[in-house]
Structures are given as structure tokens and as C-alpha cells.
């Protein structure tokens, strides 16, 4: 059975270009390499000077997070030529690129999940929104988990202010709404029914922990999972007040021995 066509966003702001939105899993989470190793693939417009794809760490929503900067380069080390952007120490940035260089130069930026909402400002205020509209349509893979989900749609389901809230703010790279966690907070799947059926956010797509979803040029391609059992839903507001939620074909990235039991939350599992 094939994804159900969804088809190409119709506003001119949306950029073309590849998204891989993670609900959750990936090295922050899991110790299944699958979701990390499907991101790599679609790195093959450039290559580093080792010939290893150019991999940016974005973690912005954990506060710049030394931890899980950390945890990001043992996990891709020897498979990747990895960097950090800190919006907290921008001078850093190697080779005394500026901020518009430094992107434009990567094969793929990956997002870590933490505050959608400070993720929001802080991009907004540094302009790196704009940056990365560019960079996606020059060919740049733009990715993220959790956080890094919820920024590229127009909005999301997020705990930024504590209890789950709607925000309705997102950059718009992605049509509709985002939830993660669909299955790995009790909260999540309830709460985004409430945002869905009384208009606080619009309809949109819901993942599991250890699924993602690939979007090219605005439509979405194909819901990809670490775990057999890793779901993705379109979810959408129905009669009377109701919501209707679709399950979308997730193909399974690993083997019958492959297993991730073991997500586990990490610094980033706020959104």
C-alpha cells in the first residue's frame, strides 16, 4: 500500500527542498542508529573533504545544551563531518564564517528537540528563519526531533509554556500542524485531538517515537520508522466536532533482529 498523496503546498512561502521531521527517536533517544542513518542518505549533494556529508547540530531549543552537543558528535562520528551552530556563541562559528556562509555550507541541519517557542524567537531574532528557507532551497536537508519537528510546520502541539498548549507560530516550511511523542506521552494524543477539533491549530500530522516523515517540495513522500510498531497519523477535524485521524503506511527502516525497545527521553524531549 502507497502513502496517500498529499498534495504540494500551494503558497508561494513555502520553500522546495527535503524535511525529515522526527516525532522522536534518532541518536537523542534511541540507541537504533535507523532514523540517523536514513537522514544521512539523503545528504548527497555535497560532501566534505573526507567525503562524508556535512552534518550542522542545531540546539537552540535546549539552550545550547553541552550534553547533547556532545552526545550529537559521538553519535555520528566517522560517519559525518559534524559542526554545531550556538546561537548563544555565535562568534564561534569556525573559520570566521558568518551566519548566512556557515549554513549554505552544510549538507544537512538537524534540529534537537527542547522549547519550540524559544526556538521561534531566538531564530526570528538572529534572521536564521530566513537562512534556512535559503539553505533548504539550495539543497540543504533540513531535519529535527521533537522541537525540531514542530518549527517547520505553520504550527504545533508543544509544552514550551508547561501545560500542552497549541501554538499556532511555526515557520511554515510544512502545511498543517505538528504533534511528536504521539505515543510516548499519554497527553499528546488527547491534546492534539482538543487542538484539532476546536480550531486551535489546523488539521496536520502526528508521529510516533521512532517515526519520521520525509517531505519533498512540499508533499509529503513517505513515513519511515526505527520500530515496527512506530506509527504516523493524519489527523483532521470531522462533523460535529470531532476529529478524524488516518493512519499513513510507515515502512519499517530495519530487519526482523533490528529493535529500538530502548527510547529512552533525552535533554531535548521537551517540544
Given at each position: 500500500m502507497g502513502l496517500m498523496p498529499v498534495p504540494p503546498a500551494s503558497s508561494p512561502t513555502r520553500p522546495s527542498g527535503e524535511i525529515l521531521t522526527l516525532g522522536g527517536g534518532g541518536f537523542s533517544m534511541e540507541e537504533s542508529p535507523l532514523l540517523d542513518d536514513f537522514l544521512l542518505s539523503l545528504a548527497s549533494r555535497r560532501r566534505g573533504a573526507d567525503g562524508l556529508p556535512r552534518v550542522c547540530f542545531v540546539p537552540t531549543a535546549s539552550g545550547d545544551s553541552t550534553d547533547y552537543q556532545a552526545r550529537?558528535?559521538?553519535?555520528?562520528?566517522?560517519?559525518?563531518?559534524?559542526?554545531?551552530?550556538?546561537?548563544?556563541?555565535?562568534?564561534?562559528?569556525p573559520g570566521g564564517l558568518d551566519l548566512r556562509s556557515f549554513v549554505l555550507s552544510q549538507d544537512i541541519v538537524y534540529v534537537g528537540g527542547g522549547s519550540t517557542?524559544?526556538?521561534?524567537?531566538?531564530?526570528?531574532?538572529?534572521?536564521?528563519?530566513?537562512?534556512?528557507?535559503?539553505?533548504v532551497a539550495a539543497g540543504v536537508v533540513l531535519a529535527?526531533?521533537?522541537?525540531?519537528?514542530?518549527?517547520?510546520?505553520?504550527?504545533?502541539?508543544?509544552?514550551?509554556?508547561?501545560?500542552?498548549?497549541?501554538?499556532?507560530?511555526?515557520l511554515g516550511f510544512l502545511p498543517g500542524s505538528a504533534c511528536p511523542h504521539y505515543d510516548g506521552e499519554a497527553e499528546r494524543r488527547p491534546a492534539y485531538h482538543r487542538m484539532i477539533g476546536t480550531g486551535e491549530l489546523p488539521a496536520g500530522y502526528a508521529a510516533d517515537d521512532g517515526c519520521a516523515l520525509l517531505w519533498r517540495d512540499g508533499a509529503l513522500v513517505e513515513a519511515v520508522s526505527s520500530r515496527p510498531e512506530a506509527r504516523a497519523f493524519r489527523v483532521e477535524p470531522g462533523a460535529a466536532g470531532q476529529v478524524t485521524e488516518t493512519p499513513l503506511p510507515v515502512r519499517f527502516l530495519g530487519t526482523s533482529a533490528d529493535s529500538a525497545s530502548d527510547t529512552r527521553p533525552g535533554p531535548g524531549s521537551a517540544t
Open positions: 550529537f558528535t559521538a553519535a555520528f562520528v566517522g560517519r559525518a563531518e559534524t559542526s554545531t551552530l550556538q546561537l548563544f556563541r555565535l562568534n564561534e562559528l517557542a524559544n526556538l521561534l524567537a531566538l531564530w526570528r531574532l538572529h534572521g536564521l528563519d530566513e537562512v534556512l528557507r535559503e539553505a529535527g526531533i521533537s522541537a525540531g519537528m514542530n518549527c517547520w510546520y505553520d504550527g504545533s502541539s508543544t509544552d514550551s509554556f508547561g501545560p500542552l498548549a497549541a501554538l499556532p507560530d511555526g
